[in-house]
């Protein structure tokens, strides 16, 4: 019996440096599951295209509100730029009767034909939530909210997504965006009639 006082202090030890690991842990590790409490619908393939398309339009059209410039539009609108943006899309919540929440990944790049190579300028990348109003049947985006700086981006995407769609918009956001990028060079080379291969060249103001 004169040996418990030692395999006492033994499992408290023991306790002792398994809660200060699990601690570690958690410090390395935060927490990533996202706060939004809006309901996760699943949509079928026409909503889900209905819902893209007007996503589309609206990253790739110039937006005072949103202060994301196109400089070839803006500096060389003889070379007919376009915009040129694919998205992964996370989740969709419902938002209210008329309205859907639409959270994604973006990636959008502006390109222009320069004899024969492609004109790189404006870019934007982030995760997005944006709301969709979808009265008389039109889709139509109204808001959008984005991933601020900071944190790994971190405390706005668990704000932003659903407590399983926030892991999931992280995980994009580290290796999904370069996909998304290519993406984009592919439909600007074959927009402008250029081919696979062809050189994209960065531009260059002044």
């Given at each position: 019996?004169?040996?418990?006082?030692?395999?006492?202090?033994?499992?408290?030890?023991?306790?002792?440096?398994?809660?200060?690991?699990?601690?570690?842990?958690?410090?390395?590790?935060?927490?990533?599951?996202?706060l939004a409490?809006?309901?996760?619908?699943?949509?079928?393939?026409?909503?889900?295209?209905?819902?893209?398309?007007?996503?589309?339009?609206?990253?790739?059209?110039?937006d005072p509100?949103?202060?994301?410039?196109?400089?070839?539009?803006?500096?060389?609108?003889?070379?007919?730029?376009?915009?040129?943006?694919?998205?992964?899309?996370?989740?969709?919540?419902?938002?209210?009767?008329?309205?859907?929440?639409?959270?994604?990944?973006?990636?959008?790049?502006?390109?222009?034909?320069?004899?024969?190579?492609?004109?790189?300028?404006?870019?934007?990348?982030?995760?997005?939530?944006?709301?969709?109003?979808?009265?008389?049947?039109?889709?139509?985006?109204?808001?959008?909210?984005?991933?601020?700086?900071?944190?790994?981006?971190?405390?706005?995407?668990?704000?932003?997504?659903?407590?399983?769609?926030?892991?999931?918009?992280?995980?994009?956001?580290?290796?999904?965006?370069?996909?998304?990028?290519?993406?984009?060079?592919?439909?600007?080379?074959?927009?402008?009639?250029?081919?696979?291969?062809?050189?994209?060249?960065?531009?260059?103001?002044?």
């Open positions: 019996m004169k040996s418990l006082p030692l395999a006492s202090g033994i499992l408290g030890g023991a306790l002792a440096l398994g809660l200060a690991g699990w601690l570690i842990w958690q410090l390395q590790t935060p927490d990533s599951t996202g409490r809006e309901h996760v619908v699943v949509i079928g393939p026409k909503t889900r295209a209905d819902l893209m398309t007007a996503v589309d339009q609206y990253l790739e059209t110039t509100k949103r202060e994301k410039p196109q400089v070839l539009a803006a500096l060389k609108p003889e070379l007919k730029p376009k915009m040129f943006c694919h998205e992964n899309l996370v989740e969709v919540r419902q938002k209210s009767n008329n309205q859907q929440l639409v959270g994604l990944a973006a990636s959008c790049e502006e390109y222009a034909k320069v004899g024969q190579k492609l004109l790189a300028s404006s870019q934007y990348k982030n995760l997005a939530l944006l709301t969709v109003d979808s009265t008389d049947g039109r889709y139509q985006v109204v808001e959008i909210q984005e991933a601020l700086e900071g944190d790994l981006l971190r405390s706005s995407v668990r704000e932003m997504f659903s407590a399983d769609g926030a892991p999931k918009a992280l995980e994009i956001s580290d290796s999904g965006f370069s996909a998304l990028s290519e993406e984009n060079r592919v439909e600007g080379r074959k927009t402008f009639g250029l081919p696979p291969n062809a050189e994209i060249q960065v531009y260059q103001p002044g």
